[in-house]
Every structure is written in structure tokens, then in C-alpha cells.
């Protein structure tokens, strides 16, 4: 019954909608009869009231806990209840702050006879407070400042599921509250909440999302289409101690997550060895789902490249170049001075080569071509046949301006160990379709706000959160970047701008 309207446009209203819906089916069946009679009691009692009270009360009638309040025109009692849930304790429904001592100012008289009251009692349950009264002519009456359902007060359900549905956690959102006296549910209540209501909905949205987005899949391999795809991995800290890793697979042609899963270091040998684990794990289940995947696109991961030589032979699988790019130019940065201008260069170069040479073996030649370029040699001759740089012919000043190099000085040695590199090269072909996995480092920036590294989590909790900051993801992928050019991701643009040289 909650997040129905107006909902964090982080999250997508998927979730919400699924809150509400299970939620109340879970929770407004068994306590239907109870509102129906609490409800006919009030409509006695409220009619009195609009009789005999003066205007000014009128305010009061209408905070009346929206269990009590008639419904005019509607005689169905199960209709009745849907739309009162619907209206009544809704996420979208205006909240207020309220002193508490400006409240008691509302119950100084009786709200049926108008006269002082007499004894009055407040209790309170979480963010709820309940108000009790008897007049002196012994009537009596209870105010909520909110539904409850079985007894739960919904504004508890509501803040509970704004804290982690917003990615924050109860420790920061009590510190704020605390401050101003703020009341909320407490801690015991708000983990009770989460673990009954709030995780199993956030599943649900999860695996609803899941296979709706894996049944297009498969619809898209029944009729003769592949997909491909990008992994890559999320710990939770690095190297050796992370305790969780998210895997995740991303959908090369939409940019939604398709497959995310959450490992922890019991279901590894080790903390480095969790990303295999992910990997294959989250691969397979794509596979035994019917989804036709052709490129896989990683980072160079040494175990990521030696599970996609066995297991899956018929698969393509590509290379990140912006990992490989990284890996070239921080390899030689520190080691000569000489080579400094040229770092840049290098990355902008190796980025071209990959991306220019349309699928095939091209690349080699085109990033090889630098050790020419950087002694200021545009042309030259290879087993008997001339070759030139790709890019336009310098003009005097240009030429005489640029710092080449001496072709046996130590700084081009060193470079020259770099573009030859023997595993470089090799890998080179598993680089040129140009694929990326950036969209998956957004990402993991955007998990960030739900799952901050630097907290602990509990697996089940930490699971929701990832869920959550996939939906999120994938409910707004479309509306941040539409374009999968090279200027998309802002590393790229500000680390490597055009032109090459
Ligand atoms: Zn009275
Ligand atoms: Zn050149």
C-alpha cells in the first residue's frame, strides 16, 4: 500500500507498485472485517459530531484515522476497503512535522459533545502516536496519526522503506531524527521491517524485472539474434580482503543489467578468486536461459580469459580496451622521463587503433605504426612494402616542433617493450570489435549510493541493496546517455581527447 505515486525517481516505480500491491494483499485481507466495523461505528459517531460541533472541530474530523472515515456514494465493504488503503497512509500522502504540544491543543475538548476532557492518554509506537480520551459526559474517543494494519502503524512501514529504498541506512537517518526529536521506529523495529516486508518485496521486484528482461532474450535468440554482453566485477573492498563481489553482465545493445550476483568469500577459495566464480556462475544461468550470447566483452582478468577458453569455446570474447589503455599507459609512466610527452599519445593511440580497424587483424599494424611516428618517420618500408602513418601530413613547423625520439635511446627501448609486448599483442585481436564495458562502471558509481563500500552489510541485506541499485539502474538507463559514442563516459573524453597525435 505504499510507494504508489510520486515515487524517488531513483528507484522506479516498479518496486513501488510491487510494494503496494503485495503488501496489500499480504495485509489488508485479514484485517478487513475489523475496519468494516470500526468504520460503521465511526459514521454514527461522526454524524453526531457534524451536528453538534462547532466548525472550527472540522479540522479534526478530517485527521481522523482513515480507518474510521466514511466513504461516501460506496456500500461495498471490500470495495471499500481497496480504496481507502489506496488513499489512506499512501507513501504519496503529505506528512507533517508536528509539535507535540500543538497537537494536545486538539484534544482540550470532546470531539462529540464539545465539553473538556476529562482524562486523556498518548501512546506511541514508533512514528505513530495514539491519543485517548473520555469527556466529562464519559464519551470516549482514540485518535491515530496514522493507519495501522494487524496493528503495525503504516508511517513505521513508510519511513522504513524510504530509508533503504533511498540507499541510506537507519544509522543516518537516526542521527537526524535524533536531533530534533524526531520519532521514528526503532532500530529493532526498523530491521524487523526490512526483514519481513521491505527485502522480499525488493526480490520480488528483482526477479519480476529479471525475467521479463530475459524473456525478451530469448524471444531475440528464437528468432535468430544474439546478444552480447559486458561483465565486470564490484568488490566490496580491494584485493584480498573483500568480503562480497558483485558480478555483473551487462546488455551491450539496451545497457541494462541482465544478470547480477552477489559472492561471497565462503563460496570462494579466496577473496581475488570471487570474480571467476561470479563470472561463470552468472554466465551459465544466461546460457541455460535460452539467452544466445555471442561476445562477451571483460577486462583482461587472467581467470575470466582462461574460463572463456574452455568452457566456451563458441563464444567471442573481447577486451575492455579503456583496462588495456590504463594497463599501457601506467606500465612505463614512472620509468622515463623522456617518454612523458608521449604517454598520452600512446592511450589516444592505442583507443584508435582498436576502434578504427573495423573487426580484423588491421589492429597490429595500426598500433604498431607509433614506433615509426615517434622518431618523426611517417613513411616507411616492412618486408618490401611502404606503409605510412594514418594521419595527415605534418607541416614543417609541426614537424620541427614535436620532441621524436632517437630510435636508440633508452625512452624509446622502453616504449618499444610496451607496443610489443607480446601479450599485448596477442590480446590485440580480442580488442578489435571495440567492445565496452564502461556502462558497467557507471554502474557500479551509481551501487555506490546503496551499497557504500566502507559499510557492512549483512549478505541477504546487501543482496537487496544490489537488487535495488539494479532496478534503479535499469529503470533510468535509458534517460542518462543515449549515445555509445566514444564521448559517452566522461574518462574517456577528459583522458583521451581527439586528436590522436
Ligand atoms: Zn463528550
Ligand atoms: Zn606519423
Known sequence: FIFYRNVPTSVGKVIFVRAKHRLQTFAFKETAPKRVALRSTLEKGSAVASETLDTSLSSI????????????????????????A???????????????????ELFTTCHTCGVAIEEKTTVSNGSMIKVEWTCLNQHKGMWRSCPEVRGMPENNLVSSAAIIFTGTTETEIKEWADLINLQLPKKTSYYALQSTYLIPVVHQAYTDMQELILSELQET?????????????????????AKYTTYSFMDDLTKKIIMSDLIQVSEASSSPTMEAVGFRRGLDCLLDSGVCVDVVT??????????????????????DPWHVAKGII??????????????????????????SCGGDEKVERRWTSILHHVCGIHRWEDDGQEYQCYHEDLDEE????????????????????????KYLLKDLNQLTLFKHTGGLEVFHSSMLKYAEKRRHYSYVTMQARIQLSVL??????????????????????????????
Open 61 to 84: 474530523e478530517a485527521a481522523y484515522d482513515s480507518t474510521f472515515l466514511p466513504l461516501s456514494g460506496s456500500t461495498s465493504s471490500s470495495s471499500d476497503v481497496s480504496v481507502t
Open 86 to 104: 489506496d488513499q489512506q497512509g499512501d507513501w504519496s500522502e503529505r506528512k507533517w512535522i508536528v509539535n507535540e504540544s500543538a497537537l494536545m
Open 221 to 241: 535468440a528464437c528468432s535468430g539474434g544474439h546478444t552480447d554482453i559486458g561483465g565486470d566485477a564490484r568488490s566490496d573492498s580491494p584485493g584480498y580482503s
Open 298 to 319: 571483460t577486462d583482461r582478468h587472467p581467470s575470466i580469459q582462461k574460463i572463456m577458453r574452455e568452457p566456451y569455446p563458441n563464444l567471442r570474447h573481447q577486451f
Open 330 to 355: 601506467s606500465s612505463k609512466k614512472k620509468e622515463n622521463q623522456d617518454l612523458q610527452p608521449w604517454v598520452k599519445s600512446l592511450g589516444n593511440h592505442f583507443w584508435w587503433s582498436c576502434s
Open 398 to 421: 609541426q614537424q620541427r616542433r614535436k620532441k621524436w625520439l632517437a630510435n636508440d635511446c633508452s625512452a624509446y627501448n622502453a616504449l618499444k617493450a610496451v607496443v610489443l609486448d
Open 472 to 501: 534503479d539502474h535499469n529503470h533510468n538507463v535509458g534517460r542518462q546517455h543515449d549515445s555509445t559514442e566514444f564521448g559517452e563516459y566522461s574518462r574517456y573524453s577528459t583522458s583521451w581527447p581527439l586528436p590522436l597525435f
